[in-house]
């Protein structure tokens, strides 16, 4: 899929991609929220976009090769801030925060972080008709797992799709 922007900060290069590249079957789980308003963290990053995107289409960025998608909220106080939402299969939340630290997030405020940063441990396997099974994914919780198996199962494939608690 062709990004739209992309923009290198030291050795990270994130990339602003299609709204379609969020795979919604994965689900999302928040990673963090920012101190930033949606249109000041795209900015860092000479992205631009819709300045209303993030109200009703999130943008979905790429970095290191993992898509977060990037939303604007307000807090009670009427302040905007920027949550970062991660794919339900990201194998590693903590490896993810690190490297948004790392290149993304220096000298920003973290308002608010995930508790869990454990690596993702449901499995998603898929056994064919040759009795093979091959790991898919992993997700961060056993109901996005779940909610993935039943999307595969119903596109009508004659494969066989379970979750295994990884090790």
């Known amino acids: 899929m062709q990004s739209v922007a992309i923009h290198n900060e ?3 290069m994130i990339k602003l991609m ?4 969020w795979i919604t079957a994965f689900g999302s789980e928040p990673l963090c929220t920012l101190e930033l308003s949606l249109n000041e963290f795209l900015s860092r ?5 819709d300045p209303f995107a993030g109200e009703t289409n999130p943008p979905v960025v790429e970095f290191y090769g993992q898509l977060y998608r990037v939303s604007s909220q307000y807090e009670a106080t009427g302040k905007p801030v920027t949550t970062i939402d991660m794919q339900g299969n990201n194998a590693n939340p903590a490896q993810a925060l690190a490297k948004f630290q790392d ?3 220096s000298g920003v405020q973290l308002i608010w972080l995930r508790d869990d940063l454990t690596p993702a441990r449901w499995a998603l ?3 064919g008709d040759d009795g093979n099974e091959v790991e898919i994914t ?3 919780s056993e109901a996005l797992a779940h909610a993935a198996m039943r999307e595969f199962e119903r596109r009508g494939h004659k494969q066989i799709y379970f ?3 990884a090790g």
């Open 138 to 140: 992993r997700f961060l």
């Open 45 to 49: 990053f000479e992205i631009e976009c």
């Open 103 to 105: 290149a993304v997030l």
């Open 18 to 21: 299609a709204s379609d590249s």
């Open 125 to 127: 396997f898929r056994q």
């Open 163 to 165: 979750i295994k608690v």
């Open 10 to 12: 030291g050795s990270a």
